[in-house]
């Protein structure tokens, strides 16, 4: 039983919200800068599919 959104489905809503602003990555050319925006995307999904995980635990628990 799978409630929530996955990992991917929350990184390609992250990359599509950035990807609607092109000129912010043009001025932001540094590839520090373009690693450090793709470690926060990965970073969020993670934590939401592992938030979402944890509250179907929690409601489940809760049921029995």
């Given at each position: 039983m799978r409630?929530?959104?996955s990992?991917?489905?929350i990184k390609q809503i992250l990359e599509e919200?950035?990807?609607?602003?092109p000129d912010l990555k043009y001025y932001l050319d540094n590839?520090?800068?373009?690693?450090?925006i793709d470690l926060l995307v990965e970073g969020i999904s993670e934590?939401?599919?592992k938030n979402n995980?944890?509250?179907i635990d929690d409601l489940l628990r809760?049921?029995?």
């Open positions: 409630k929530g959104m990992r991917y489905e919200k950035i990807e609607s602003e590839e520090y800068t373009i690693k450090i934590a939401f599919e995980e944890k509250l809760s049921r029995f």
